[in-house]
């Protein structure tokens, strides 16, 4: 259950001002708040944390307590520095129309974004690693879809500062587990 709160917690703030949410966002301010577009980004967030929680739960038992801490360590350190370098996208100068390609590009961002390493790392340190997938795809779920009933007003908040700060924060939690 604790990995289900921190994953679902840990995954709204730090899914603050991604990319995901910055597509989501663009596409629904050109083309109107869409149900598909929602059901798409949904449906792309439950796969991506799903495979992260999967991936979490596939190294913890590979490893000793303390090599799982290490790994968890690294993988957060891997999520501080998509916070801190990675920009959220601008927005595309002619958005798709279709779903595939929104969804394929969607989901190759979320496979590679802090949200689902912070998912990896819950799982992978979680007695039960499937609650932590499932706290990351309600979490992400939920921020995609603020972003999507947003709009573009999500570009006036100050996001960018957020993200740093968060991945500051992130930083400092994996140089402690790691010393």
Same mark, same amino acid.
């Given at each position: 259950?604790?990995?289900?709160?921190?994953?679902?917690? #840990?995954?709204?703030?730090?899914?603050?001002?991604?990319?995901? !949410?910055? $597509?989501?966002?663009?596409?629904?301010?050109?083309?109107?708040?869409?149900?598909?577009?929602?059901?798409?980004?949904?449906?792309?967030?439950?796969?991506? @944390?799903? %495979?992260?929680?999967? %991936?979490?739960? !596939?190294?913890?038992?590979?490893?000793?307590?303390? %090599?799982?801490?290490?790994?968890? #360590?690294?993988?957060?350190?891997?999520?501080?520095?998509?916070?801190?370098?990675?920009?959220?996208?601008?927005?595309?100068?002619?958005?798709?129309?279709?779903?595939?390609?929104?969804?394929?590009?969607?989901?190759?961002? !979320?496979?590679?974004?802090?949200?689902?390493?912070?998912?990896?790392?819950?799982? #992978?340190?979680?007695?039960?690693?499937?609650?932590?997938?499932?706290?990351?795809?309600?979490?992400?779920?939920?921020?995609?879809?603020?972003?999507?009933? @947003?709009?573009?007003?999500?570009?006036?908040?100050?996001?960018?500062?957020?993200?740093?700060? $968060?991945?500051?924060?992130?930083? #400092?939690?994996?140089?402690?587990?790691?010393?």
């Amino acid at each position: 259950m604790a990995g289900f709160l921190f994953a679902l917690l #840990a995954s709204m703030v730090v899914s603050l001002g991604a990319r995901d !949410q910055a $597509i989501v966002a663009s596409l629904s301010a050109r083309q109107g708040a869409r149900g598909a577009v929602l059901a798409i980004a949904v449906l792309c967030a439950v796969l991506s @944390a799903a %495979a992260a929680g999967w %991936a979490g739960a !596939q190294a913890a038992p590979l490893l000793a307590p303390r %090599a799982r801490a290490m790994l968890v #360590a690294m993988v957060l350190g891997l999520a501080a520095l998509e916070l801190l370098v990675v920009r959220p996208l601008r927005k595309p100068a002619e958005p798709t129309h279709s779903l595939f390609a929104f969804a394929a590009v969607l989901l190759a961002q !979320q496979l590679t974004d802090a949200t689902r390493f912070v998912v990896f790392a819950l799982a #992978a340190a979680s007695v039960l690693p499937w609650g932590a997938a499932l706290g990351g795809a309600l979490g992400s779920a939920a921020m995609l879809l603020a972003a999507w009933s @947003a709009g573009e007003e999500l570009e006036s908040w100050p996001l960018l500062a957020v993200r740093r700060g $968060i991945g500051l924060l992130l930083a #400092a939690i994996a140089l402690y587990l790691a010393f």
